[in-house]
């Protein structure tokens, strides 16, 4: 039986961007990835967790291995200079391109946009070109992340997430087991094999 790796990324962890660009190795163990938009902003207020750039050394740490992981992966990464940036609308967006099955897509836009092209996406005109640009029209990605619909579902997989342990993201789920951060990814793989 195939296995489901549910994967819960936010487009505002630079973490998240390498990860995404990362997940061959788990297909190629054969595993399913399920992709789980989530709300890092939630998560980080429910466990009390706080961003990086709040705690100068950690941030500052962050910066250095963000490249240092970029170059193991040989993932082209550039620092967003509007960096932290609120993902609400952007998350609620992955929601919507789920619905209309162009989440892939979709990521790959918002991702490149943030941690390759450097845009503003705290810029509402420019987030919705983002996401126009990856298959939803404008008007609908207005009138969709602001539905009760896409919020409460954006909602649900947060609380999945955090009922399941996150504290951050990425965050990997395989069945029962948690695995954070890119770095656990070798024992993800091992927990495949096995």
């Avoid at 938009?37 to 100068?56: D, E, H, M, S």
């Avoid at 619905?99 to 509402?124: A, C, R, V």
Wanted: hydrophobic share 40%.
């Amino acid at each position: 039986m195939t296995k489901t790796v549910t994967f819960c990324f936010d487009f505002g962890s630079p973490y998240s961007y390498l990860a995404y660009n990362y997940l061959s190795p788990i297909k190629d163990a054969g595993a399913q990835i399920e992709l789980k938009p989530v709300l890092l902003g939630g998560i980080f207020k429910a466990t009390g967790n706080q961003p990086p750039a709040t705690v100068q050394k950690k941030g500052e740490y962050m910066f250095r291995d963000i490249q240092r992981w970029s170059k193991k992966l040989n993932v082209s990464f550039k620092m967003n200079p509007y960096f932290p940036i609120l993902t609400v609308p952007h998350m609620r967006g992955a929601i919507l391109a789920q619905k209309k099955n162009i989440l892939e897509d979709y990521m790959q836009s918002m991702f490149d946009s943030m941690w390759l092209k450097g845009l503003n996406l705290n810029d509402q005109e420019i987030l919705t070109q983002v996401a126009s640009e990856s298959g939803i029209d404008p008007n609908e990605f207005a009138e969709g992340i602001s539905s009760d619909e896409v919020k409460n579902e954006l909602k649900v997989n947060t609380q999945f997430a955090i009922d399941k342990g996150a504290f951050g993201v990425p965050t990997y789920f395989l069945e029962d087991e948690m695995f954070w951060g890119i770095d656990s990814i070798k024992f993800l793989l091992d927990a495949l094999k096995s």
